[in-house]
T-cell receptor, first 113, second 115 residues
Framework: AQSVTQPDIHITVSEGASLELRCNYS??????LFWYVQSPGQGLQLLLK??????LVQGIKGFEAEFKRSQSSFNLRKPSVHWSDAAEYFC???????????FGQGTILTVHP | GAVVSQHPSRVICKSGTSVKIECRSL??????MFWYRQFPKQSLMLMAT?????????EQGVEKDKFLINHASLTLSTLTVTSAHPEDSSFYIC???????????FGPGTRLLVL
């Protein structure tokens, strides 16, 4: 069965520190991969996506993610976190028929000043 | 571009009444729209997939007679929660995409509270 796992439920970092959010997937083939961010009470905003090609993907707000086929991972990174990055982050995978997405459990990011 | 809106943003209703939630793609035509439900501190659960002009495809365990979905145009899909009960209280989010393999863009969500 297709699945997406975000091992870290909650991560706390200091403002200015680097960040890495983990995401692992289990799919029959290489899926399309996405990272979304959700602020409290809001919908999801797309940060970046990977369909094919360069395995290092640049997104909005200074985020990047690297697709590693050998590790079935698509980890999200940011070199220097800002207080406004505090939110919940969802990794998602798609590519099945009808384009349905499978979401990870989400990782809540807290940023300390 | 790729903006999706939802209306209303929050609604409170009495048990037994029906509630309609609208999802609109504002600057693109959405061949497919998706409806999700999100419980507090949990991930998104896909409820159904709707394609313009055809019947929605519901996920296992989702009651199609309770959650009526209509996708009458390329920019509008509606979710009607019929005979709502307190256990239907949740955050409902829609998404839209232009075609197969395209990115899903999400609406801001609708908070439903059934008293």
């Amino acid at each position: 069965a297709q699945s997406v796992t975000q091992p870290d439920i909650h991560i706390t970092v200091s403002e200015g520190a680097s960040l890495e959010l983990r995401c692992n997937y289990s799919y029959g083939a290489t899926p399309y991969l996405f990272w979304y961010v959700q602020s409290p009470g809001q919908g999801l905003q797309l940060l970046l996506k990977y369909f094919s090609g360069d395995t290092l993907v640049q997104g909005i707000k200074g985020f990047e993610a690297e697709f590693k086929r050998s590790q079935s991972s698509f980890n999200l990174r940011k070199p220097s976190v800002h207080w406004s990055d505090a939110a919940e982050y969802f990794c998602a995978a798609g590519g099945t028929s009808y384009g349905k997405l499978t979401f990870g459990q989400g990782t809540i990011l807290t940023v300390h000043p | 571009g790729a903006v999706v809106s939802q209306h209303p943003s929050r609604v409170i209703c009495k048990s037994g009444t029906s509630v309609k939630i609208e999802c609109r793609s504002l600057d693109f035509q959405a061949t497919t729209m998706f409806w999700y439900r999100q419980f507090p501190k949990q991930s998104l659960m896909l409820m159904a997939t709707s394609n313009e002009g055809s019947k929605a495809t519901y996920e296992q365990g989702v009651e199609k007679d309770k959650f009526l979905i209509n996708h009458a145009s390329l920019t509008l899909s509606t979710l009607t929660v019929t005979s709502a009960h307190p256990e239907d209280s949740s955050f409902y989010i829609c998404s839209a995409r232009t075609g197969y393999q395209e990115t899903q863009y999400f609406g801001p969500g609708t908070r439903l509270l059934v008293l």
